[in-house]
């Protein structure tokens, strides 16, 4: 009957055979009985804390002293977090437990009983819009820079600004000319990179217009990439594309430090990893067509663009480039944020060895996982059968 186990929870990562589980709430009441009157007065004093009953199982040689170890981690640690194979994630407090041995079978029988605690109001703010809203202020600070800057250019170093414009303007088109997108969306895209040509020839005597348009060219291309159906493969991904045509557009022997500022900003927005992992809280590696390798790639090269204006920005010492170092310092920060989900997400929670080879389905079922987690994990071993050091990640 005990030859393997069919549901198993866990605290604090501890692994629990789970039997049954029960819990009980209700409400707190305050009951008067009031003399010579026929009703009670009651009231209501908010809701009771619930409590849960588990019942686990050990079974073996070692069961008895599997129990009590769990019983003195318990003691140790009344506070943690149950994962219920049902219930999900509960935050609960130990309170008691009633051992039971039964030497006929040779099985131990725990019965636990946790308070589920209470949790602490917390405000938050979705990560997507706090990247957006970042690569803005980024945006806006360097943008009043560069309008000071521009004043002290001479003919040579406004042409220099100029040519390198045209030619970021020129790999939005480049990029444009690669999106499957209507042909309304494409009309709305060319008409902001249009303005923004347009623009090129006022850089020196309205440069914060040029700056808007430029910026307003960038994000209609942006959006152009976002809404574009993802791609199958890596290598005919645009959006990948577009963040690396972005970065090849900065350029060391610019003038104005306003032109690299905006084109790491503009891979930023083109970034269709970020806008994915963004909406979640965690990165599940079976729910992602592209190879986690890959995306850390792509979100490390930001990680390096984006510091390299950092330094850029601590090359003077001025109220500006302080507010800009801040701005920047932040939008690593949320990129960074990204890079380590995908990390954790990757990563193995244990190791099995075989030296035969095993199919998936096989291994999953022995370590209670799914079998594409598993061929997700060992994506370099045959999709069928694996063998060796295998990683292994709990389905969620």
């Known amino acids: 009957m005990w030859g393997r186990q069919h549901e198993y929870a866990r605290w604090n990562g501890l692994k629990l055979n789970i039997l049954s589980t029960s819990f009980d709430g209700g409400k707190r009441l305050q009951v008067s009985e009031i003399p010579y009157a026929d009703l009670p007065h009651i009231k209501v004093m908010g809701t009771k804390a619930r409590t849960f009953t588990i019942e686990a199982v050990f079974v073996g040689t070692s069961s008895l002293a599997d129990a009590n170890t769990l019983i003195d981690n318990l003691e140790t640690t009344p506070q943690g977090e149950l994962e219920h194979p049902w219930l999900g ?110 623009a090129v020839s006022s850089l020196s005597t309205n440069p914060a217009e040029f700056a808007d348009l430029f910026s307003n060219a960038v994000n209609t291309v942006s959006e152009g990439v976002q809404s574009e159906p993802d791609s199958e493969s890596e290598a005919v991904d645009n959006s990948r594309n577009a963040q690396a045509l972005m970065l090849g557009q900065v350029k060391t022997d610019s003038p104005t430090k306003h032109h690299n500022v905006q084109m790491v900003a503009g891979a930023v927005k083109m970034s269709k990893d970020i806008t994915v992992l963004e909406t979640n809280d965690s990165f599940e590696i079976t729910l992602t067509q592209k190879q986690p390798e890959i995306i850390q790639s792509d979100l490390s090269t930001l990680i390096v663009s984006v510091d390299e204006r950092i330094r850029e920005a601590t090359q003077v010492s001025t109220l500006e480039s302080i507010e800009l170092y801040d701005a920047l310092t932040s939008l690593k920060s949320n990129v960074q944020t990204q890079h380590d989900k995908v990390t954790e997400g990757i990563k193995a929670h244990r190791t099995v060895q075989s030296p035969r080879f095993k199919s998936a389905l096989a291994i999953a079922h022995d370590e209670y996982t799914n079998e594409n987690v598993i061929t997700k994990m060992n994506a370099l071993q045959h999709p069928l059968f694996i063998r060796g050091d295998i990683a292994v990640r709990d389905a969620r």
């Open 89 to 198: 994630e509960l935050p609960l407090v130990f309170e008691e437990y009633s051992l039971s041995i039964n030497t006929k079978k040779g099985l131990v029988t725990l019965s636990l009983k946790f308070v589920r605690s209470g949790t602490s109001p917390s405000i938050s703010a979705p990560t997507t819009i706090r990247t957006k809203a970042q690569v803005g202020v980024v945006e806006d600070l360097s943008k009043q820079s560069f309008t000071e800057e521009v004043k002290w250019f001479d003919v040579s170093q406004i042409n220099q600004v100029q040519s390198h414009v045209i030619s970021a303007l020129n790999v939005l088109v480049d990029i444009t000319n690669r999106l499957n997108l209507g042909d309304d969306s494409l009309q709305d895209i060319n008409l902001a990179i249009n303005e923004a040509f347009s």
